[in-house]
């Protein structure tokens, strides 16, 4: 009797310590809902009966910030031992690797800080917007200032391969063997200040303040080059503001980089600067401008005494580009661009900013809710990269999420790609991202 008692109850230990088993994921930000939206409503938590925690305000029902967290409250996800999944993007793509069991090795390598299920004082709220898919009280706002647990990440999704990032000095190891393609691509748009894209339009004769696609501006992918690159006394950075709008009073022109372990930057320089596709024998790759790493908002700037300047503004997450973009840490009204994730989506929110068209095509139709994918998918904008998923140990849950992606207007900016059993295109970078963008 003795032992079938210590056998029951080493038994209900094991199924307790599976029913409270947690992954911990890091990395990408652009694409945070979709991992929720993956977990929480294709039915891998029985009943989709799940909670997310989120750190933030009350007030705040359709955003995710960095840390939050899904609980199944039925049971453990499909196929897995862990009914928990905690997520930190803080800091973006790299720390998929940085923030990894996998990356400790790495002169950057950290810790992720996470939020608990068990966080107490968190209020039950119905999501809105782009999280208006976690009705039923689902969504749970804990204080902005909950304390969050430091730790290791089992890895996540990141929006270039790690390769990349390695090519670009910015990681030192090889990941490849632990990377797998994502199901998903990942469209990014440039945005500019509302004072920009009002005198862009003004320029080009078209209706001032409007956006839908025939009115929105453009920007020649030659002349972001021109802007972003470390030649300081080119005529981009000679001119600053007039270089895009001639004529123009103002007399600075700020751009909104983010730091070099972000994908959105990597992505840029990639498609803008051809680094590092064309760091080979031949060369033709371009540098960009520093600041690349230090404080939020630290900031250089080109003034080769022509009245006019460049700064460039160091912008730690998407919401700092945003505030950049906003004027909300540039001059009032003044001149400012960067690039975005195509999830951000200004129309029918608080914020200014607009996005523009990069060589005449657009990524927008420039109407709230809309999934900013058509003209990707179509082939007819080709900034867009293939997500990809470092996943070194084969986690169970990070492959679930990745087989469960959902696209659509709950989570702008991605679209299906050949890696899905349902692609929405067959336009690919086939599984590199130094490869040009092609249909199958």
């Known amino acids: 009797m003795q032992r079938k008692q210590i056998a029951l109850a080493a038994l209900a230990l094991v199924a307790f310590t599976q029913a409270q088993a947690v992954t911990r994921m890091t990395g990408a930000s652009a694409s ?50 862990e009914n928990e999944v905690q997520i930190d993007v803080t800091g973006g793509a790299i720390n998929s690797v940085l923030f990894s069991t996998s990356g400790t090795a790495e002169p950057l390598a950290g810790n992720g800080n996470f939020l608990p299920s068990t966080t ?5 709220v119905n999501g809105t917007g782009t ?6 009280s689902k969504l749970k706002i804990c204080s902005s200032t909950a304390a969050l647990t430091s730790g290791k990440s089992v890895g996540g999704f990141t929006d270039v391969e790690p390769a990349i990032f390695t090519a670009m000095g910015v990681l030192t190891g090889d990941y ?12 990014f748009a440039v945005g500019a200040s509302k004072s920009l894209y009002e005198a862009l339009q003004t320029a080009q004769g078209l209706t001032v303040g409007a956006t839908d696609v025939a009115n929105q501006p ?18 981009a950075q000679n001119q600053g503001p007039a270089f895009l709008v001639p004529g123009t009073a103002q007399t600075n022109i700020t751009y909104c980089r983010r730091p070099n372990t972000s994908g959105t930057q990597a992505a840029a320089e990639l498609y803008f600067l051809q680094n590092p596709t064309a760091t080979g024998a031949l060369g033709g790759a371009s540098t960009i401008h520093d600041p690349s790493t230090g404080a939020n908002n630290a900031t250089v700037v080109v003034d080769n005494g022509t009245g006019k300047t460049l700064t460039v503004q160091l912008n730690s ?15 009032a009204n003044s001149f400012a661009f960067g690039m975005l994730s195509a999830e ?3 129309i029918g929110t608080t914020d200014t900013y607009r996005i523009v068209k990069v060589q005449g095509a657009s990524t927008t139709a420039g109407v709230s809710g809309d999934s900013q994918t058509a ?22 849950v990070l492959d679930l999420i990745n087989a469960n992606i959902k696209t659509g207007a709950a989570t702008p900016g991605l679209f299906l790609n050949i890696n899905s059993a349902t692609p929405e295109s067959n336009f690919t970078r086939n599984g590199s991202s130094v490869n040009a963008y092609t249909s199958n």
């Open 131 to 136: 999280l208006s898919f976690l009705s039923g």
């Open 120 to 124: 107490a004082g968190c209020t039950a």
């Open 375 to 396: 003209n990707a998918i179509k082939g007819l904008y080709d900034y867009v990269y293939e997500s990809a998923l470092f996943n070194p140990t084969g986690n169970a």
């Open 218 to 235: 453009t920007i020649g992918k030659a002349q972001i080059v021109a802007l972003i690159n470390n030649n300081d006394f080119n005529d």
């Open 176 to 187: 490849s063997s632990g990377t797998v393609p994502a199901v998903f691509s990942q469209a």
């Open 317 to 331: 997450g998407t919401g700092d580009v945003k505030k950049c973009l906003n004027n909300s840490t540039t001059p």
């Open 32 to 81: 945070s809902i979709a991992y929720v939206e993956a977990l929480a409503t294709t039915g891998v938590c029985a009943s989709n009966n799940v909670s997310v925690f989120v750190r933030g305000t009350s007030s705040v029902t359709n955003a995710l910030g960095n840390n939050f967290t899904v609980k199944c409250n039925s049971g453990n996800f499909t196929g897995t031992t």
């Open 344 to 346: 951000n989506n200004p």
